[in-house]
């Protein structure tokens, strides 16, 4: 089955600070998404995004689905930042309709 | 638009007890998908339902089944609860499985 890494697995930053989390991929996908879990456990939508560029505000994403990888940038970190982000993969094509989450990256944002 | 709603939020068993979770999707949206999340294991999938049918399963053991209803609310249960069952159960609803929207998650644990 499909592998997903995410990295790094840990980030700490100071308010204000710009950082980029990666999302590598071992097959082609057709739906990815990137999310922000909440300390109570929520997975907040931040970007649904298989191929091509978003942007919402200070987050960005750009996904390069022939090279199997995806970016999260976040630009002028805030503390309400912190949290643990996922990105999840998934393949439709074959008829299947089910995610694969990497295991995410931890951020921690300080004031 | 109401977002997907889980009940309950949390809930304590004992081994051995069985229990049932519900998922109600967003108003229009026919698929919902199943996922357990442990510090140890992740995110994992467990099934995902369209229109009343399971369309595909994770790898989990029989103890865990699930069914939809014709308003596309959904259920999940696990019978011959074991302390390794103790997880956030995420449920999730899409259109037709692509980008999903979680619920707040029901948060069991097992004694």
């Known amino acids: 089955g499909i592998q997903v890494e995410q990295s790094p697995p840990d980030l700490i930053l100071q308010e204000g600070a710009n950082s980029t989390l990666r999302c590598n991929f071992s097959?082609?996908?057709?739906?990815l998404q990137w999310f922000h879990q909440n300390p109570w456990g929520q997975l907040i939508n931040l970007f649904y995004?298989?191929?091509g560029t978003k942007q919402n505000g200070r987050l960005s994403a750009t996904t390069v689905a022939t090279e199997r990888y995806s970016l999260l940038y976040i630009s002028s970190s805030q503390t309400t930042d912190s949290g643990v982000y996922f990105c999840?993969?998934?393949?439709?094509?074959?008829?299947?309709?089910?995610?694969?989450f990497g295991t995410g990256t931890r951020l921690k944002v300080l004031a | 638009k109401a977002g997907v709603t889980q009940t309950p939020r949390y809930l304590i068993k004992t081994r051995g007890q069985q229990v049932t979770l519900s998922c109600s999707p967003i108003?229009?949206?026919?698929?919902v998908s199943w996922y357990q999340q442990t510090p140890g294991q992740g995110l994992q999938f467990l099934f995902e339902?369209?229109?009343?049918?399971?369309?595909n399963k994770g790898n989990f053991p029989g103890r865990f089944s699930g069914r939809q209803f014709s308003n596309s609310r959904s259920e999940m249960n696990v019978s011959t609860l074991e302390l390794g069952d103790s997880a956030l159960y995420l449920c999730?609803?899409?259109?037709?499985?692509?980008?999903?929207?979680f619920g707040p998650g029901t948060r069991l644990t097992v004694l």
């Open positions: 999730a609803s899409s259109l037709s499985g692509s980008e999903q929207f």
């Open positions: 097959d082609s996908v057709n739906n």
């Open positions: 995004i298989p191929s």
């Open positions: 999840a993969v998934g393949d439709s094509t074959s008829g299947t309709y089910k995610y694969i």
């Open positions: 108003s229009g949206h026919r698929s």
């Open positions: 339902y369209f229109s009343e049918t399971q369309r």
